[in-house]
């Protein structure tokens, strides 16, 4: 039997350097090809659009445009390409919003030997979160973290059907606080709701401040977890 092809996969990382060893990497063991590398947020759509690779790897922090807004384009325009965001940032917002656009992974640059490993698990069928990522997820819903160096998780976790009803946690609600909750957990500020939804910005932190008390939930992370569960 011949071998299975290799994984295709585009890189856009705005550091040259990381790009180039993160490539170095994956093609290592044979089991991974690099089709193309970017160094600009901006570069991705037509990247994906020119190589259709497997997995799409995604720098989260970029100068002209972020992974993050990078990936929501593409994920809007092909919905089941699979897009992994690799970066050294566990931050609560980028690790919510990543996995309410549809990202298959969120990984640590630190961890990228097992990089190769946890693309393959994508092509499974699987989410893959690096370890400090498990940890964060973890604490925002209340879970205890998995052990090991990372996790992987179902596809079917990835990200609801947005025709879904309500979420639970939001049956108390009022429908102005849910449409908030539903805006933040789609990774809006309090400025970029205010503006969706025609209020002041302080009549929005009263909302959250009521979302919070009725939900007993601590911040608006955690508003966005509950909202996408």
């Not at 809007?76 to 690790?95: E, G, N, Q």
Request: glycine share 8%.
């Amino acid at each position: 039997m011949s071998a299975p092809s290799p994984l295709s996969v585009v890189i856009v990382d705005d550091d040259e350097f990381v790009a180039q060893s993160l490539r170095t990497i994956l093609e290592a063991r044979g089991s991974v090809r690099v089709a193309a590398l970017g160094t600009k947020g901006a570069e991705a759509a037509a990247l994906f659009n020119e190589h259709h690779p497997d997995i799409m790897l995604l720098d989260i922090r970029m100068p002209d445009l972020s992974g993050l807004a990078a990936g929501e384009a593409i994920l809007a325009a092909h919905p089941k390409a699979r897009i992994v965001f690799l970066t050294t940032f566990a931050d609560d917002d980028y690790i919510v919003r990543a996995l309410a656009i549809g990202a298959r992974g969120y990984l640590i640059k630190q961890e990228a030997r097992g990089l190769a490993e946890a693309l393959h698990s994508v092509m499974e069928g699987q989410i893959v979160l690096g370890s400090d990522v498990t940890d964060r997820v973890s604490a925002l819903i209340g879970q205890r973290p998995a052990n090991g160096a990372g996790a992987a998780f179902d596809d079917s976790l990835s990200h609801p059907d947005n025709s879904q009803a309500t979420p639970a946690f939001a049956e108390g609600l009022t429908q102005r606080e849910r449409d908030i909750a539903e805006l933040i957990a789609e990774g809006l500020d309090n400025r970029e709701i205010a503006q969706a939804l025609y209020l002041s910005e302080g009549t929005v932190r009263n909302h959250i401040s009521a979302i919070l008390q009725k939900c007993g939930l601590r911040n608006r992370t955690q508003i966005a977890i509950a909202w996408w569960r």
